[in-house]
């Protein structure tokens, strides 16, 4: 007997474990709001961080009535040499000698051998060997920019340097690298170039330069003449002596730049600047490192020549000596961790981390609801698909299918005649053969009752010749089935039955080979 066992507990134990992960979730990812609600919410600043704006220290005013429009700047054996930038007067043409304390004019100035087209800045070499750049381009015309040697107060060049692609640019800052080739920073863009192979003095298309990288500089909000465009603005470039640093000024303020290792593009592009403050300089363009490690400038006043009458004076800054990457508040105050500090105690130890484990559980909660969602959509669908089928089975169970499917009522296999011994696996049969099984009567399958048709398949019968194969016959003895043998089967031979239907055999005579005698 089939017996079908209901699955409705364990679903509903399972949904309702579902149905608790889901809940479970639910508050898990409605912890971070809570939190969030709670945490104090930071409020940006109006302004940019920046230094405190402390005003340069005037050292002394140049009084050479042609050093107006000085550009650039650098200290070279005790002299501080200044150049004009692009001017169209031949007496500011040149490169001023100036003393560092008082910016009397020491010596003559110096002429170039061609005319320059617009000097910017002014750099130091690892040898001490002064380079004049001449990068300024505020029309970008230029098919190509040049350097100017100074060496023992002789101006030697140009030495001609193209930018890739033939792009033009405005530049205003340069250096010397270790290896004795430039470094140009551009104005606006804070594009790095340098030289692809040495200078060459005189050549007319110039040395091709490569870009080296990009800087970006910290935002400010110290005061000048262009606002955040002058904060902006690169002007101005210097190594330190002993070259461990550098330092690249806008209009308003300085970045210098730590080199470990001396790689100038790196400490530039990378490193993180200590910031100066240079506020309100008329129009600070020029930078150089004096003596005693702290900054000289000096503003281009030309365009103040026929309005104020401001005299360019040389000012110094000391070097902003914070560090530029200080802990926050929160890591100084935190004392050190002990011994046997907890292993999840680093995990709250500050409100960002409390609060980023927060939404990392919160995140996790929201992963269990869906999955419980998932799994209590699957419970039902097995509980109503189970329900489905149990009542399928009753609805069976009350028409009978179950019965005549397992053939009930009926009993299987059986013989109607006691003294007949069981037929073999195959063939003799009693009625009705059916194709397989020794039944006697009519049906399908080894059963007792009514036939459910006409003979099937083999089997021999009386009356029913003509069958496939060879059977057993009870009651007249065994005989051959197939006639095509010369076999002879009772009921169907000559010599038997009334003399119409052939007679007996002549002469009486009996049938030697089945047993029987003559005729009496």
Excluded at 482 to 498: I, L, S, V
Aim: a negative charge; proline letters at 10%.
């Amino acid at each position: 007997m089939r017996v079908r066992v209901c699955q409705t507990v364990p679903m509903r134990v399972t949904g309702l474990r579902i149905t608790l992960v889901a809940l479970a979730g639910a508050l898990l990812s409605g912890a971070p709001a809570l939190a969030t609600a709670a945490a104090p919410v930071a409020q940006p600043s109006a302004q940019p961080s920046g230094p405190a704006a402390t005003p340069g220290t005037k050292i002394c005013t140049v009084s050479d009535r042609n050093a107006l429009e000085i550009s650039g700047i650098a200290l070279s054996n005790g002299t501080l040499y200044a150049v004009n930038d692009s001017t169209s007067t031949e007496t500011r043409r040149k490169v001023f000698k100036l003393n560092p304390q008082t910016c009397a004019v020491a010596g003559n100035a110096i002429g170039y051998p061609s005319r320059p087209s617009d000097p910017e800045d002014m750099a130091v070499d690892a040898q001490g060997t002064l380079w004049i750049a001449d990068i300024g381009d505020n029309d970008a015309v230029r098919p190509h920019v040049a350097l100017w040697k100074l060496a023992n107060d002789k101006i030697t060049g140009p030495y001609r340097l193209a930018y890739p692609d033939g792009k033009k640019h405005d530049a205003e800052a340069m250096v010397m690298g270790a290896d004795g080739l430039p470094i140009i920073i551009t104005k606006t863009e804070g594009l790095l170039f340098v030289p692809t192979g040495p200078l060459q003095e005189g050549s007319s298309n110039g040395v091709p330069m490569k870009q080296a990288g990009k800087m970006t500089l910290p935002k400010t909000n110290t005061e000048n003449p262009l606002n955040a465009v002058g904060r902006a603005a690169v002007t101005g470039a210097a190594v330190s002596p002993d070259r461990t640093k550098v330092v690249v000024r806008t209009y308003a303020d300085a970045f210098e730049y730590a080199m470990a290792d001396g790689d100038i593009v790196k400490a530039i592009t990378t490193g993180k600047p200590k910031i100066t403050a240079l506020p309100q300089e008329p129009w600070g363009e020029a930078i150089a490192y004096g003596a005693d490690g702290k900054f000289l400038t000096i503003s281009d006043v030309g365009s103040f020549e026929n309005t104020t009458k401001i005299k360019p004076e040389l000012l110094s800054y000391t070097p902003n000596a914070e560090d530029p990457n200080p802990p926050s508040p929160a890591a100084a105050a935190a004392p050190p961790a002990g011994p046997g500090k907890a292993w999840w105690s680093e995990l709250i130890s500050s409100t960002s981390r409390l609060y980023m484990l927060i939404g990392s559980i919160g995140v996790f909660g929201l992963l269990l609801v869906v999955a419980g969602i998932v799994g209590i959509s699957r419970s039902r669908k097995r509980r109503r698909r189970a329900e489905e089928e149990e009542d399928e089975y009753d609805e069976r169970m009350r028409d009978g299918d179950d019965y005549y499917d397992q053939g009930y009522g009926y009993q299987d296999p059986a013989y109607g005649y006691p003294d007949q011994p069981p037929p073999p696996p195959r063939g003799n049969v009693y009625g009705n053969p059916q194709p397989q099984g020794n039944v006697y009567g009519g049906g399908q399958g080894n059963v007792y009752g009514g036939s459910a048709g006409p003979p099937q398949g083999g089997g021999n019968v009386y009356g029913q010749p003509q069958q496939q194969q060879p059977q057993q016959q009870y009651g007249y003895g065994e005989q051959p089935y197939y006639p095509d043998q010369q076999q002879q089967q009772y009921g169907q031979q000559d010599g038997y039955g009334p003399p119409d239907q052939g007679g007996y055999p002549p002469n009486n005579q009996g049938y030697h080979d089945q047993g029987y005698g003559p005729y009496r």
